[in-house]
């Protein structure tokens, strides 16, 4: 899930000259996602060699995703759920908030990020919070752990599937030899920090 490395992981990809897809584009792909239309995000993958962020991080996706690509690699970010939580409500409100409290369903509403709608519209999508409490923490949080659990069951036993916490030590190294790449750094980059990364 976002919030979780995936601007660094982006990062070393690309400087391990793989062609990202387009977030822009993978984005505004949310409205198939919410109608179950996999096919769409498919195709998509047919652009570029790796991917991040939505629609890739949303539950699921690497589910039909596997089903499409069964020999691709899959990397499952993870981080400690307080950190987790603390971090999304701390890049949520200095994006679409005053900075300081969590957004409101009317700051999301008004938010022009992609256009105006697209933040309300992508977290009722995933996060199905009460809409006078769109960062209720017992909710967000039940369903983040949630989607680490079945990832990491689902490819508890397949060799193509890496789960690394950037923040540890090794981690870069653990996924430059799941990409059989050599290593340019000792640790990864750590990029899009927020107050709370």
Not at 152 to 159: A, P, Q, R, S, V
């Amino acid at each position: 899930m976002n919030k979780t490395g995936t601007t660094s992981v982006e990062h070393v990809l690309k400087e391990f000259g793989y062609a990202l897809g387009d977030q822009a584009q993978g984005e505004l792909l949310i409205d198939d996602y919410k109608k179950n239309d996999w096919k769409s995000i498919i195709r998509f993958c047919q652009n570029a060699e790796a991917f991040q962020d939505l629609p890739f991080s949303l539950p699921y996706t690497w589910l039909f995703l596997y089903d499409a690509f069964p020999d691709a690699k899959f990397i499952l970010t993870i981080r400690d759920e307080e950190k987790w939580y603390q971090s999304i409500c701390s890049f949520h409100s200095k994006l679409f908030s005053d900075g300081i409290q969590v957004p409101t369903k009317e700051d999301l509403q008004k938010a022009t990020y992609r256009y105006k709608g697209f933040t309300w519209k992508s977290h009722r999508a995933v996060w199905k919070t009460p809409e006078n409490d769109p960062y209720n923490k017992k909710i967000l949080a039940a369903i983040y752990n949630r989607h680490n659990e079945d990832v990491l069951y689902f490819f508890k036993d397949k060799l193509n599937f890496l789960c690394i916490d950037v923040s540890e030590k090794g981690s870069y190294s653990q996924l430059a030899d799941f990409l059989n790449k050599q290593p340019l750094h000792a640790v990864f980059p750590h990029l899009n920090k927020t107050n709370n990364d």
